[in-house]
């Protein structure tokens, strides 16, 4: 399981000194498309993972749960190529969202630790751990200690809930002014 939480923050530059004891792992552009079955529930969903244009490109199942304040999601992964999106539409998936960041990753005591620049959203920290939920939440609880994030300020939804939740504030017509 991948146990994870976000958190907002102005700026990278607090972190760098945290950070100077991680490893570098490297940093990218992802550019995210979604697909589902144009269902309402939207239970299973794929995702296609570009990285810096790579011509290859993830192909990704999520099962997501959100549990004690922290993501817990069951992630299924492989590398698949071009044309790989008319396929899953050939089988009657529908794009329904796309999203783009700019991520720096570090690994700290065994979390890894992303920076993301995410399009129309701004600066986020990201604390991942693959294993048991309990030892991910307190894996994750100390590095976010160790990196200077309060714990209670931690974001459980995901980009693209906050993106859509951004641009339906900002089509939200304006209710007329009482006179």
Do not use: H
Not at 23 to 33: K, L, N, P, Y
Not at 61 to 67: A, E, P, T, V, W
Not at 112 to 140: A, M, P, R, T, Y
Request: include cysteine; aromatic fraction near 8%; charge should be neutral.
């Amino acid at each position: 399981m991948e146990i994870e939480a976000k958190f907002r923050v102005k700026d990278f530059s607090g972190l760098e000194k945290a950070l100077s004891r991680a490893e570098f792992v490297g940093e990218m552009s992802e550019e995210d498309v979604y697909y589902d079955l144009g269902k309402e529930d939207r239970v299973l969903r794929l995702r296609i993972r570009d990285m810096d244009g790579r011509r290859s490109m993830i192909l990704t199942l999520k099962i997501k749960k959100n549990n004690k304040g922290v993501m817990v999601v069951d992630e299924r992964e492989c590398e698949v190529g071009e044309g790989i999106a008319e396929i899953l539409e050939g089988l009657g998936f529908k794009q329904f969202f796309k999203k783009s960041k700019k991520r720096r990753t570090f690994v700290l005591d065994g979390v890894s630790v992303n920076l993301d620049d995410v399009d129309g959203l701004g600066k986020f920290v990201e604390l991942e751990f693959i294993g048991d939920q309990n030892d991910g939440e307190i894996k994750l609880k100390e590095v976010a200690r160790k990196l200077g994030l309060d714990w209670d300020e931690r974001i459980v939804d995901t980009y693209m809930a906050m993106l859509q939740a951004s641009e339906r504030k900002a089509i939200k017509p304006e209710k007329p002014k009482k006179k």
